[in-house]
């Protein structure tokens, strides 16, 4: 009885906090659950869909996309009306998945609607309803200047108009295809976007196209087309930085048979780093067993940012793809590798620090040992509660609330695995902390070895920070090493080999080694290769030093160097002699400054309003 009569709150509760959700789309993107639609919850949705309020009609639509009751679609008839032009589009979309009869006629009249977007939606709506009764009206709009109109009319006829639409589309479709000019392509990959699977075979000429923004137009499609045939073209456009992103949603989109080739391309040694950093991204949007097992399956991953992505890719699998918890001894043999792996870098951390303990080193061999501590909680999502573990994980780093972050874990975790995961979140000094690793504790590293490694790493910035603590600590040893990373890939790396050698080599090696990287395309390489040939000491312009500065201006501060080298390499160091003008009121704001050395006055109308000192900003908002 005392649970009955709690259904009548727990339903006002509910509907408020589905009432809630809609007060904002993105606050409403937040909540991961779908709500459940009863009559009260439909009847307060099709409310919401009358709001003036577009952003919260838009939100609605979204949560109603599945719903084909009569209610939901005479609410949405009404919004092909609305003063909004993206609402109209949705409507009219939302229209044509629902094969809503009575639309065609007010789909017909939108082909006139000054938005070129709701035009192309009312075509696609029109199609669906009339079919091949359609062509006469939807061959109107074949020459209409909008291309999104010219290609919603042509998929519309292909998919919807029968012989006679898809002889007409199709004529239209294989002239663009053949067009000389790329924009017609691109166009033509638009088309085949809207025709979906379908679209196949025209689209494999479109993803060998030699221009750049008609390959970029045909993956677009790919993903509408995700035929499993179009794999190794889209792997192929995997590896090259330009087409990524777009190839990387194509391959989502196909699923299942992409894994096999993501796979292969995350294992070879010869894939470059970033293609592999993005492969665990990728499979993570492929909620599959098979997924899931292909990820699972791969030996231990040595580069530890990309170790992390893998196991994070794996707890979201587990959990996307409902798949039951991974038994206690396999858990238990990962995480045992993992806290190893930690307790090693602590060792010959605890070794190497007196002679190698630059600050931009110790910084990173924190963020490597946080990372280890991440690892070990992705490997538990294989077992336990995804969202229970992610409480753990967003406050074990805070001051205050890590302690509870930590009993939290200590709760949830069987016995056996206690001893291996708490001591590693236990605030505790390392010495004491090497003392509790117990069997987990390997070998220590020899310092020397283990800057070496640091210098190798597969992290560009790892290597970059080590190759700079090498060369200070005028390590002999890591000459050879630091040779071979003149001829990294990455500029970052570069820069540190050249740090490293110009402190390692003299005389004529050094001339040997440096010269080529003089022309190099990097301005930061080349710069401290012409300054170390010329025997100037470090200047404040270079990497390392702007890190080490931008790490102690108060808006960057609580951002570790990994994440503030690429803005240091951007950065660029101006100086402006006394009384001169740096910006002023009705510039295009497309900067933000640092003071370095000197003050700098903030005046309006000739009077100062603030004046600032070295770890100050301005330009804020640019």
């Known amino acids: 009885a005392a649970w009955l009569a709690l259904l009548p709150v727990l339903r006002r509760r509910y509907l408020r906090a589905l009432e809630a959700s809609l007060s904002g789309r993105a606050a409403a993107f937040a909540v991961d659950h779908e709500f459940l639609l009863d009559s009260g919850s439909r009847a307060l949705l099709v409310r919401s869909l009358g709001s003036p309020d577009p952003t919260l009609v838009l939100h609605t639509l979204e949560r109603l996309r599945e719903d084909r009751s009569e209610e939901v679609l005479g609410a949405v008839r009404g919004l092909v009306r609305h003063p909004d032009a993206e609402v109209r589009e949705e409507a009219f979309k939302h229209l044509a998945a629902a094969a809503d009869p009575l639309s065609a006629g007010p789909a017909e009249e939108a082909l006139g609607d000054p938005s070129p977007r709701v035009m192309a939606a009312a075509l696609g709506a029109l199609c669906v309803l009339q079919k091949d009764e359609a062509v006469k009206v939807v061959s109107g709009a074949l020459e209409h200047p909008e291309k999104r109109v010219r290609a919603a009319a042509v998929a519309g006829l292909i998919r919807h108009g029968g012989v006679e639409g898809a002889v007409l589309g199709g004529a239209h479709l294989d002239a663009l295809l053949r067009d000389p000019s790329p924009k017609a392509r691109v166009l033509a990959a638009g088309v085949i976007e809207a025709i979906g699977p379908p679209g196949y075979r025209p689209l494999t000429r479109l993803l060998a196209d030699e221009e750049l923004p008609v390959r970029k137009a045909a993956l677009r499609a790919a993903a509408s087309v995700a035929d499993a045939?179009?794999?190794?073209?889209?792997?192929?456009?995997?590896?090259?930085?330009?087409?990524?992103?777009?190839?990387?949603?194509?391959?989502?989109?196909?699923?299942?048979?992409?894994?096999?080739?993501?796979?292969?391309?995350?294992?070879?040694?010869?894939?470059?780093?970033?293609?592999?950093?993005?492969?665990?991204?990728?499979?993570?949007?492929?909620?599959?067993?098979?997924?899931?097992?292909?990820?699972?399956?791969?030996?231990?991953?040595?580069?530890?940012?990309?170790?992390?992505?893998?196991?994070?890719?794996?707890?979201?699998?587990?959990?996307?793809?409902?798949?039951?918890?991974?038994?206690?001894?396999e858990v238990q043999a990962r995480l045992a590798d993992e806290a190893r792996w930690s307790y090693g870098l602590l060792g010959a951390w605890a070794g190497a620090e007196p002679r190698y303990g630059t600050p931009l080193l110790r910084d990173?061999?924190?963020?490597?040992?946080?990372?280890?501590?991440?690892?070990?909680?992705?490997?538990?999502?294989?077992?336990?509660?995804?969202?229970?573990?992610?409480?753990?994980?967003?406050?074990?780093?805070?001051?205050?609330?890590?302690?509870t972050a930590v009993e939290t874990l200590d709760a949830l975790l069987e016995p056996p695995l206690k001893g291996v995961v708490l001591p590693l979140f236990e605030a505790l000094p390392r010495e004491k902390m090497l003392e509790k690793a117990g069997p987990l504790a390997p070998v220590r590293m020899e310092p020397q070895e283990f800057i070496?490694?640091?210098?190798?790493?597969?992290?560009?910035?790892?290597?970059?920070?080590?190759?700079?603590?090498?060369?200070a600590a005028r390590e002999a040893g890591a000459l050879g090493t630091a040779a071979s990373a003149l001829g990294s890939p990455d500029a970052l790396v570069r820069e540190g080999a050249v740090h490293a050698v110009a402190r390692l080599a003299a005389g004529e090696e050094r001339r040997r080694l440096l010269e080529p990287l003089l022309a190099d395309d990097a301005a930061g390489t080349a710069h401290a290769a012409r300054r170390a040939l010329e025997g100037m000491e470090e200047a404040m312009y270079s990497t390392v030093e702007k890190v080490l500065f931008l790490m102690s201006v108060p808006i960057f501060s609580k951002l570790p160097g990994e994440d503030l080298a690429p803005l240091a390499q951007a950065a660029e160091v101006e100086t402006h002699p006394r009384g001169s003008l740096i910006v002023k009121e009705g510039d295009v704001g497309d900067a933000l400054y640092v003071v370095l050395r000197g003050r700098v006055s903030i005046e309006k109308g000739g009077q100062a309003l603030a004046a600032l000192g070295p770890k100050d900003t301005f330009g804020e908002m640019a």
């Open 229 to 329: 045939r179009l794999v190794p073209a889209l792997l192929e456009a995997l590896r090259a930085d330009p087409t990524r992103r777009q190839a990387a949603r194509a391959l989502k989109a196909v699923g299942d048979p992409a894994v096999p080739g993501l796979v292969a391309l995350l294992s070879d040694p010869r894939s470059s780093r970033d293609l592999r950093m993005a492969v665990p991204r990728i499979l993570r949007s492929i909620p599959t067993a098979g997924a899931f097992e292909a990820l699972r399956g791969l030996p231990w991953v040595e580069d530890e940012q990309l170790r992390l992505r893998c196991l994070a890719a794996l707890g979201r699998l587990r959990e996307r793809a409902n798949l039951p918890p991974r038994t206690l001894p």
């Open 364 to 403: 990173d061999v924190e963020l490597s040992l946080r990372r280890g501590r991440r690892r070990l909680l992705r490997i538990l999502e294989l077992r336990y509660p995804r969202a229970e573990l992610g409480l753990v994980l967003r406050h074990v780093e805070s001051q205050d609330r890590g302690a």
């Open 452 to 471: 070496l490694a640091r210098c190798a790493d597969p992290d560009p910035y790892t290597a970059f920070v080590a190759l700079h603590a090498a060369g």
